[in-house]
């Protein structure tokens, strides 16, 4: 299957470009985040914390749905799926 990936910075800088697609060939979005870090080696540290989970910072799409309305880091990916990555901003 193939995935649209969109990254907002500092992610985009890591990988040198903030939108692509890739095939997939995996089910779940955890699957394809170890796919994307043996990719990208550089964003393991980014994506997941030191115990190997989801860094509480990080922020997932899955075609304009967090993922925390779906099922998390276990959703099903489906093709032509859209996956948007970014850090919350805050301030005042």
């Known amino acids: 299957m193939k995935l649209k990936i969109k990254f907002l910075k500092p992610f985009s800088d ?9 095939e997939f060939n995996g089910v779940t979005l955890k699957d394809f985040l170890i796919l994307l870090v043996g990719e990208y080696p550089n964003l393991k540290k980014e994506l997941f914390s030191s115990s190997g989970k989801l860094t509480e910072y990080i922020n997932v799409f899955v075609n304009d749905k967090p993922i925390s309305a779906l099922n998390g880091i276990n959703t099903k990916l489906k093709n032509n799926d859209e996956l948007f990555f970014f850090m919350p901003v805050s301030g005042g």
């Open 14 to 22: 890591f990988i040198g470009k903030s939108e692509f697609e890739m």
